[in-house]
């Protein structure tokens, strides 16, 4: 137990939970990506230098996509050029988000080191997200994989809709296994279990991971990247915590939603995890006064309050 400072939880474990967890940092990207205004790259460049201060150590930047399809980001070529130096002086971890080999060359070409893919287990989302089936995009990922490990560049990819999906209902569990086990056979380093539209509840978490370790997929490569829709989020990143997983995506503000995908809502609020994690005495590095100011920084730039429920209690005025 420790002595609680004002705005910090007080500091109690719980049992059989990791000592130190990596928050993977998305609102540059998946956060931006879905508001409506374009936010400037000047600012957008001065949210990633504000998350790295406030002591985040891998922040996903933004994407190279085709520009038609998320036009928010279509300035990835002018902005990270803005931020790569955090990489090189502070070791913060920039990825980015390629879908193809053609962002793959968009990306190495600036410089970057770690690069995201996207995955549905969903035929429906394939299509809307990547326009190809899940085989066609498999294939479509199998080059860029193999070429940024040669380059030695590590390699994320996203998994959509493994919990549930708009168009789909339910996902079974055995179709997420097939997608995640072909792309650790294609030789991914991580793996990041979507629940695009925030649907999933702690016993399909627990599930899904077991069957994972099951068919061998490792705890140790997997992460978590929960949307807060139905104000699950936090129960099941608990349950993905109880499970041993180590990685957990937020986004700080809660920002974020995905444009092919109607339904979904902001990611899970950094805020509200990082004040989860450190009243369970579980070590992020983030100091949680300097990302709140951050988060209400930005919610002033896009003009409107940001949803996460500890931002809203650390920013409260009398
Ligand atoms: P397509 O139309 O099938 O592309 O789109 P194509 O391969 O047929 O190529 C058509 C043209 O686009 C060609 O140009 C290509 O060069 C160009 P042309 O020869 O006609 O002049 N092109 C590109 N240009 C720039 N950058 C590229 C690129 N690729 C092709 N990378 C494609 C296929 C994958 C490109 C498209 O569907 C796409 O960009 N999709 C991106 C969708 C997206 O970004 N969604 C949001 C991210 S996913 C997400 O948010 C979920 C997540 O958070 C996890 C979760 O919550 O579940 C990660
Ligand atoms: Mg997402």
């Avoid at 996203?158 to 569990?173: L, T």
């Avoid at 100091?287 to 931002?311: F, K, N």
Wanted: aromatic content about 6%.
């Amino acid at each position: 137990m420790s002595t609680p400072e004002l705005g910090l939880p007080m500091a109690v474990a719980a049992p059989e939970l990791p000592a130190r967890v990596r928050i993977y940092e998305v609102g540059a990207r998946d956060g931006l990506q879905n508001e409506k205004a374009t936010v400037p790259t000047e600012v957008k460049a001065e949210f990633v230098r504000r998350l790295a201060d406030s002591g985040l150590t891998t922040i996903e930047a933004t994407s190279f996509v085709h520009p038609k399809w998320v036009p928010q980001l279509a300035d990835a070529e002018q902005l990270f050029p803005l931020v790569s130096d955090l990489g090189r002086s502070s070791g913060v971890h920039l990825p980015v988000l390629v879908p193809n080999e053609r962002g793959l060359d968009r990306a190495l070409a600036l410089g970057a080191r770690h690069v995201a893919l996207f995955a549905s287990a969903t035929e429906s989302f394939a299509k809307a997200n990547l326009n190809r089936t899940v085989d066609e995009s498999l294939a479509m990922f199998e080059p860029v994989v193999s070429r940024a490990k040669a380059g030695k560049v590590h390699v994320r990819s996203y998994i959509s809709m493994c919990f549930g999906d708009p168009w789909e209902g339910p996902v079974p569990i055995h179709q997420v296994v097939r997608v995640c086990k072909a792309l650790m056979d294609m030789g991914c380093d991580e793996l990041s279990l979507g629940d695009t539209i925030g649907v999933a509840t702690p016993g399909h978490v627990q599930t899904l991971l077991a069957e994972l370790n099951e068919e061998g997929v490792p705890t140790s490569a997997l992460g978590v990247h929960f949307h807060d829709t139905y104000g699950q989020a936090l129960a099941n990143t608990l349950a993905a915590l109880q499970h041993g997983v180590t990685t957990v995506d937020a986004s700080a503000g809660g920002l974020g939603g995905c444009p092919y995908a109607k339904s979904a809502t902001g990611n899970l609020a950094t805020e509200d995890l990082v004040w989860m994690l450190q009243g369970l005495g579980i070590d992020t590095g983030v100091d949680l006064a300097r990302l709140t100011a951050t988060s209400v920084w930005m919610a002033e730039r896009l003009g409107r309050p940001s949803p996460s429920r500890t931002v809203k209690a650390l920013s409260h005025k009398e």
